[in-house]
T-cell receptor, first 111, second 112 residues
C-alpha cells in the first residue's frame, strides 16, 4: 500500500532536539490524521485536518505542533519531547464511508 | 463514553477458521471497521460494515454485527501463516465527525 507515505521511518532524538515528521498522501483525500500508537494502549488520535483546516486537537501537548500546507501533505513538528513520547506515529488520510488509510508510521525514540 | 474492547491474543492452526471478537459500548456507531497491522507496518484497512447491516462477506473474510449486543466479529476462513498480525476493530460514531475509536487489538498467531 503506497497511497500514504511517511518519512522518516525511524527517528531517534534527544529531548532538546527539534525534528519533523512528514506524511504525504496520493489518494486525493481531503482529511488527514495523526495518531500515536504506544505499546499495549489503544491507538490515540492526536490531530485531524479537513481541507487543510485543523478540526480536532485531542488535548495534545504543545511540544507536538502539526502543519497541513495542503490536502496532500501533513507534518508533525517535534520539540523538547519526553522519553514517554517514544511511540509509533501513524498518519492516515480519509476516504469514502469515512474509511481511513494509514501510512507505515514513524518509529520515534526519545532519549 | 466510547470504549472498544478486544481479547488480546488468539492462536489457531493453519487451515482452520479464526474468529476475532470485538465489543463496543456506544450504540450510535455508523460504521465499524477491521484493520490489520503486520510487524513494523501501519494499519491496513481490511473491511468495514455499515451499522444497518448484519453481515458482510469479502472473500475469506466475514464480518458479523450484532447491534443488540454491540458485538462485532471477523471470521477468517482457511487461515494462513500470512494472516498472523494484530487485528483492530474501530467504530465511527454519529456526530463524531470523522473520528474513529479503536480497540486495543488482537494478536493472531497462526501455527503450522
Amino acid at each position: 500500500e503506497t497511497g500514504v507515505t511517511q518519512t522518516p521511518r525511524h527517528l531517534v532524538m534527544g529531548m532538546t532536539n527539534k525534528k519533523s515528521l512528514k506524511c504525504e498522501q496520493h489518494l486525493g483525500h481531503n482529511a488527514m490524521y495523526w495518531y500515536k500508537q504506544s505499546a499495549k494502549k489503544p491507538l490515540e488520535l492526536m490531530f485531524v485536518y479537513n481541507f487543510k483546516e485543523q478540526t480536532e486537537n485531542n488535548s495534545v501537548p504543545s511540544r507536538f505542533s502539526p502543519e497541513c500546507p495542503n490536502s496532500s501533505h501533513l507534518f508533525l513538528h517535534l520539540h523538547t519531547l519526553q522519553p514517554e513520547d517514544s511511540a509509533l506515529y501513524l498518519c492516515a488520510s480519509g476516504g469514502g464511508a469515512d474509511t481511513q488509510y494509514f501510512g507505515p508510521g514513524t518509529r520515534l525514540t526519545v532519549l | 463514553g466510547e470504549d472498544v474492547e478486544q481479547s488480546l491474543f488468539l492462536s489457531v492452526r493453519e487451515g482452520d477458521s479464526s474468529v476475532i471478537n470485538c465489543t463496543y459500548t456506544d450504540s450510535s456507531s455508523t460504521y465499524l471497521y477491521w484493520y490489520k497491522q503486520e510487524p513494523g507496518a501501519g494499519l491496513q484497512l481490511l473491511t468495514y460494515i455499515f451499522s444497518n447491516m448484519d453481515m458482510k462477506q469479502d472473500q475469506r473474510l466475514t464480518v458479523l454485527l450484532n447491534k443488540k449486543d454491540k458485538h462485532l466479529s471477523l471470521r477468517i476462513a482457511d487461515t494462513q501463516t500470512g494472516d498472523s498480525a494484530i487485528y483492530f476493530c474501530a467504530e465511527l460514531l454519529t456526530g463524531g465527525g470523522n473520528k474513529l475509536t479503536f480497540g486495543t487489538g488482537t494478536q493472531l498467531k497462526v501455527e503450522l
